[in-house]
């Protein structure tokens, strides 16, 4: 089995000779990645900055990334799992058949210099993204390139890590796990925490309709989930909290707006490694922080059910 | 206002061993005595002062991750159902924060210490120490392989190293300093790690794991902090380590040190085959030395899971067992690995593991300088202590265990010819007493006027760890908490934090290291003060 070799992004900055995009464009997705952690930070043992990484990516279509790297693979869509295995083994020696490559759109040989650079490596890491996580093969995938790189540490020192996004979704993910032990999908229905993606996680839930009220913050289902979904958000009371009128907000039964956090509410966020950053303020909001609304819900419930 | 009224009390402070006496409570302390208010009757009941954990892994990042990977136990994990009193969570080998606070609490222990806090990632520590409800707790900052220490130890600028360390501990608010397999986690950055005590570390010339070890042993003697170097020394888990604990205790110097899961240092052999203990040699150094304290890290049989900031030894243990390994290197200042982990009965290392933890806590013979841990997940979880004190009490319970274990690890253990069995006085000093004196906690580990009011009564048993399992009552700060093994109410814990002096001048020299090294900006990298509530500081003088 593999695991999960990771990092915080310092050690990327400070040590990393080679840096494996796949399925990501983070040109475009995490626009300060190049310029703060991967690429152009000179660090304590990559004192000449750029010069002295080389960036490989892999993804099905050109993109703005693709500017940016040393080396681009253009893999199929739908075929990561089978360049992955491909790797695992030829890093291993293993021998592999260049004509059941053909189906990626790489060839042997394109794989075996891949292969080389992270044996090669003093340092390597793959970060990866949607690109590979939520295609054919979904947490295949991600277990497959997990798995690669925990590999690579026979030969050197290797980390992977997800492209995680979108605001806080990290600490929404470390304080969950803290309090309930599980990431995301849990269901307090028992009155404790279990946990079934599938079963508990949010799309799942709305499309066969198990839930009959939602409440959303600072997230927007209706811009991004599938329509069934959206349908049963509309049925049911579901209340949103964000700091402007998003599509979710439009179909919700209650929309309140708050102060936007890390512009005009403190607080902490996870960066996609797990560090924590604190937020100040900078401007005022005349809207209420998200906390100060749920905890005046939470009060307000609380005073009738004793009451 | 309370008073325990007519129970045997055990307070081997101040020489009380089954004296029936009152304990009277007013606003949270000991008091000599209160007229009015309730009566506990603890007449054909044992009361305690309630348990210390000097070394646990219960909150930040590290075991966080462990959550993560471990799915398959919170399934089959005790189920914690939310009631008025406590909120839901689950218990298994790495609890939810707040199942974690009830479960010690329910279990007669009212402080713990986490052991390993990167003062990068120590807000999130903090804030799962704050979500770990009425237990009081503090926490020990990982400085071994702080590569701006490092590099100072390398440029022989002791001074300035101390005010680094100093500052360190003040950013991350925490209570002691911790070293984990010193030279050898940095090293793991680049997928190495150091061999021997005097050799150096990769990447530099002079510095040495023996230098770090001493150079911090005396930071946190000049510092005068409460509790010594908390030491988790190199080579863990290696057959033949003991020759490295041993030097390690040599080139203290005398200086004080407190050595982390000993049992996890003490072995024999030259490899797998060969593995054997050697806690006797261990124990007899100990013995001799009274500038050391040393946890056990008891190794219980069971399923569990493995968490340390000892990078290059979880990646070993991966490679040994081929279970799902997590690695999470914290940038210029440590390491953390995740490998679940079965020790199994009948295989000759885990068996001999096993005799290891209860030879060191039976052939140490000062109970004062030997405590009661199991390295919580790493030998066992924390909830089974009372397992423990079982083995060390009962000698007849243990040559019935000792039946089955293969006839092989008896030749290799001297677990057998061991008869002494603990008085509960001194199960009292090992888990509560021994910990608080050594932690410099003077208001804990005791039941005299003035100690914090962190009490336990237990139904008198003849099997301890039936009774060690489930008190009658756990108080709190005063505060009745748990009754019948039940949380009743929640109160929250106080952490402890401490305040060494240094020289402001040293932020003009970190700053533009810290801005060249690191990936956040230096204003965001202490944890603001704020952030830690309820909060007892300690400033240490100069």
């Excluded at chain 2, 974690?100 to 609490?105: D, E, K, N, S, V």
């Excluded at chain 2, 929640?490 to 305040?499: D, S």
Aim: net charge neutral; hydrophobic share 40%.
């Amino acid at each position: 089995m593999g695991g999960k070799p990771a990092c915080t992004l310092g050690e990327v900055k400070n040590r990393a000779d080679l840096i494996i995009y796949w399925g990501g464009n983070p040109a475009e997705c995490h626009p300060r990645h190049f310029t703060r952690y991967t690429l152009t930070p000179k660090g304590k043992f990559t004192p000449n900055g750029r010069k002295d990484r080389t960036m490989v990516l892999v993804d099905i279509r050109e993109t703005p990334s693709t500017r940016a790297a040393d080396v681009f693979l253009q893999v199929r869509p739908g075929r990561d799992f089978e360049v992955l295995t491909a790797l695992r083994a030829l890093i291993k020696g293993q021998p592999v058949d260049p004509d059941r490559l053909a189906s990626t759109g790489l060839t042997l040989d394109q794989l075996r210099d891949l292969a080389e650079r992270m044996k090669r490596a003093r340092f390597g890491v793959i970060f990866f993204g949607m690109g590979l996580t939520m295609t054919r093969g979904k947490y295949m995938n991600s277990s497959a390139v997990l798995t690669l790189a925990a590999e690579l540490n026979a030969f050197t020192k290797f980390i992977a890590m997800p492209m995680r996004g979108h605001g806080n979704v990290t600490g929404a993910d470390t304080v969950l796990r803290w309090t309930t032990g599980y990431p995301f999908g849990v269901c307090f229905n028992r009155g404790y925490p279990r946990y079934n993606p599938g079963e508990f996680s949010t799309i799942d839930l709305l499309v066969r309709g198990d839930v009959d009220a939602v409440l959303v913050v600072g997230a927007d289902p209706a811009a991004t989930m599938p329509q069934p979904a959206i349908e049963h958000l509309k049925r049911v009371p579901t209340i949103v909290l964000d700091p402007k009128v998003s599509t979710t907000m439009r179909i919700a039964r209650v929309g309140i707006l708050t102060a936007a956090t890390g512009i005009s509410a403190g607080g902490t966020v996870y960066r996609m490694d797990e560090v924590p950053i604190p937020l100040r303020p900078a401007l005022r909001s005349p809207y209420p922080t998200d906390e100060e609304v749920l905890r005046r819900i939470r009060q307000t419930l609380a005073a009738r059910s004793s009451g | 206002m309370l008073r325990i009224k007519g129970g045997k009390v055990y307070d081997p402070v101040h020489g009380q061993a089954g004296v029936v006496r009152d304990v009277c409570i007013a606003d949270g302390r000991i008091v000599e005595n209160v007229s009015g208010g309730r009566v506990i009757d603890a007449r054909g009941m044992v009361v305690l002062p309630g348990g210390v954990d000097i070394h646990t892994h219960i909150a930040g990042a590290a075991i966080n991750f462990a959550r993560e990977m471990i799915p398959e136990d919170h399934r089959r994990a005790v189920a914690l159902v939310r009631t008025p009193a406590r909120r839901a969570g689950i218990g298994g080998v790495a609890p939810s924060t707040f199942a974690t606070g009830y479960m010690y609490a329910s279990m007669g222990w009212t402080t713990i210490f986490e052991a390993a806090v990167p003062v990068l990632t120590a807000k999130h520590t903090h804030e799962e120490l704050h979500d770990t409800p009425i237990v009081d707790k503090g926490c020990y900052l990982l400085i071994g392989n702080n590569e701006i220490v490092l590099d100072l130890l390398e440029a022989e600028d002791y001074e300035r190293a101390r005010h680094v360390v100093a500052w360190l501990l003040w950013a991350a608010k925490a209570y002691g300093l911790k070293a984990v397999n010193p030279g050898g986690v940095a090293a793991w950055k680049w997928g190495q790690n150091v061999r021997g005590l005097f050799e150096p570390v990769p990447g530099y010339q002079r510095v040495t794991p023996a230098r770090i070890i001493t150079a911090l042993a005396q930071i946190a003697e000049d510092l005068r902090l409460p509790h010594p170097l908390h030491l988790h020394c190199n080579q863990l888990g290696l057959p033949g380590n003991f020759a490295t604990t041993l030097e390690t205790m040599k080139i203290l110097e005398g200086r004080r040190a407190h050595l982390a899961h000993l049992q996890f240092h003490a072995y024999g052999g030259d490899d797998w085959t060969t593995f054997r203990s050697e806690a006797p040699r261990i124990a007899e150094y100990l013995n001799d030395h009274p500038n050391l304290t040393a946890d056990a890290g008891a190794v219980l049989f069971g399923d569990t899971v493995t968490v340390t900031a000892d990078g290059p030894w979880q990646y070993l243990l991966y490679r040994l067992t081929g279970h799902k390994w997590g690695n999470m290197d914290i940038e210029n200042e440590t390491g953390c690995g995740i490998v679940p982990y079965a020790y199994r009965q009948r295989n000759l290392v885990n068996a001999v593991q096993w005799a290891v933890g209860l030879e060191l806590l039976l052939l140490v013979r000062d109970p004062w300088r030997i405590f009661l841990t199991t390295d919580h997940p790493n030998g066992g979880a924390f909830w089974r202590y009372p397992e423990v004190i079982r083995l060390l009490m009962d000698a007849d319970y243990r040559r019935e265990r000792l039946k089955a274990l293969p006839p092989k690890a008896l030749s290799r253990i001297s677990l057998p010819d061991i008869d002494r069995e603990y008085s509960l006085s001194e199960i009292v000093i090992i888990t509560s007493a021994g910990p608080a004196r050594a932690l410099g906690l003077s208001h804990k580990g005791h039941l005299g006027v003035g100690a914090d009011a962190d009490i336990v009564i237990y139904d008198e048993d003849p099997d301890p760890g039936r009774m060690f399992a489930r008190p009658r009552y756990v108080i709190k700060g005063g505060e009745v908490v748990v009754e019948d093994g039940e949380v009743r109410q929640t109160v929250l814990g106080r952490e402890f934090v401490v305040r060494p002096n240094y020289d402001e001048a040293i932020e003009a020299f970190l700053q533009p290291l810290f801005e060249h090294y690191y990936t956040v900006s230096f204003a965001n990298y202490p944890v603001e003060l704020e952030r830690v509530h309820p909060v007892e500081v300690r400033s240490l003088g100069e």
